[in-house]
């Protein structure tokens, strides 16, 4: 039973991209201590020096703070168990080992890796459980100096319990594993660096963690862990066993776990296309834990106050795009305008824009953004929406001309260019005069009003024409209806 504030931690490896399942799990990390009042503490990873990366460390941390996952202790704000970085924490690790070994938690074991492979396969053969078979628990000191005046060097590996291991996950429920299944496991490497298995119990004992929240995929690991938080209790290191709580797998196509290597899995590709933070959080919380039966759209603040992780549900959650994309939107809608177009602003000029610089009309786009905005899915769509405002042409898109200027395109265009000329510039009138064109060719506005977005736009979906064409201005708007006639008529 844990006693205190809650004090929980997310713990990334600096390795490459962060991914989708990676983030949602500090999420829930987050929400549980912003719901409980507790600690967050953010914890890196960079023990494994040919892995890791100086870039990838401070790709972390800015992708932290892009979603708004603020964080109580650990890089750049400090705390009162610094330092954050397991690199930097080797001498407490090394104490630790020896301290569990002299106690008889641990021992060195000399069996090399052909016979560890031939042990196990001999198990698997007869039918029998393949972890470590415990060959060097109890050697002798006789037989631990042979082994080293063979030229061996030791790994240390951990001494589980002869006995069950039962612990009640936050998320699953009462589970128990047994001996055969949870053998004893190093915790050092040959060369003296401590492994995962060590470390991470060591800093969530010292750091005072109390809940462990983490991916499915570690939840074989708990059992050894928990029997090492109760060496470290008994050696004074820990003062209690955190609760854990395995939160269920993130899959991706073809019902498999989404693994790193998939595309949809990388964050920076919903950065890259403009995915709000909230919006992208928003879907992410929705990966196992609903605020609601009824409701899929809310804040991060409503996250916070409504989260339980007693919420989560063990099954496995499915990442779909498209829901992901249309929770985004719902945010984008909610934005202020001034809001929407300042997050605009990197899509509007290069690489995404493709239009000189000195093209942007900003008077011209802060008119289009409320138009735009209740249209775009992602803020990178804004590029293509308005596009045609700064582009001396519009740009062309063969299928888009071929959908809208079938056979008599040309005449409506002429009656339309006609209409339009002398109307009065303002939405109201050219939606009138484009009409009035369709009703003499025997059209409704629908299928009137396509050649002369696609004239004008390039597309044949876009901006609400009749608007898009007050902005674009009587002069520009006649010459791109001369050019398409010029081109139909060729």
Known sequence: MVNGPVRVRFCPSPTGNPHVG?????????????????TLVLRIEDTDAARDSEESYEQLLDSLRWLGLDWDEGPEIGGPHEPYRQSLRMDIYRDAAEKLLAAGHAYHCYCTTAELDAR??????????????????????????????????????????????????LVRGELTFTPENVPDYGIVRANGNPLYTLVNPIDDAL????????????????????????????????????????LPYVMGEGNKK???????????????????????LNYLSLL?????????????????????????????????????EAINADHIR????????????????????????????AAGFEAL????????????????????????EPAEDEASWAKAMKPGADALLATARTNIAGAEWNAEALKA????????????????????????????VGLPLFESLEILGRERTLARLDAALAKLTS
């Open 22 to 38: 990676l983030v949602r799990t500090a999420l829930f990390n987050w929400a549980f201590a912003r719901h409980s009042g507790g």
């Open 120 to 169: 196990r396969e001999a198990a698997r053969a007869a039918g029998r459980p393949s972890g470590y078979d415990g060959h060097c628990r109890d050697l002798s000191a006789e037989q631990q100096a042979a082994y080293v005046a063979e030229g061996r060097t030791p790994i240390v590996r951990f001494r589980m319990p002869d006995e069950p291991i039962t612990f009640t996950d």
């Open 207 to 246: 750091m005072e963690i109390t809940h462990v929240l983490r991916g499915e995929d570690l939840l074989s690991s708990t059992p050894r862990q928990i029997a090492l938080y109760k060496a470290l209790i008994e050696l004074g290191i820990a003062k209690d066993v955190p609760l854990f709580g395995h």
């Open 258 to 280: 989404l693994s790193k290597r998939d595309p949809q899995a990388s964050l920076n590709l919903y950065r890259e296309r403009g995915f709000l933070p909230e919006g992208l």
């Open 288 to 324: 196992g834990w609903s605020l609601s039966a009824d409701r899929d759209i809310f804040s991060m603040q409503e996250l916070a106050a409504a989260f339980d992780i007693k919420d989560v549900n063990a099954n496995p959650a499915r990442f779909d795009l498209k829901k992901a």
């Open 334 to 361: 909610q934005l202020d305008v001034k809001t929407f177009t300042e997050a605009c602003g990197p899509w509007l000029k290069a690489p995404y824009a493709p239009w000189a610089p000195e093209s942007f009309d």
């Open 369 to 392: 953004a409320p138009l735009a905005q209740t249209r775009v899915t992602v803020l990178s769509d804004i590029t293509a929406n308005v596009d045609f405002l700064f582009l001396d």
């Open 433 to 460: 005069a484009v009409l009035a064109a369709g009703e003499e060719h025997g059209l409704k506005l629908g299928k009137a009003q396509a050649p002369v977005r696609v004239a004008v736009t390039g597309r044949t």
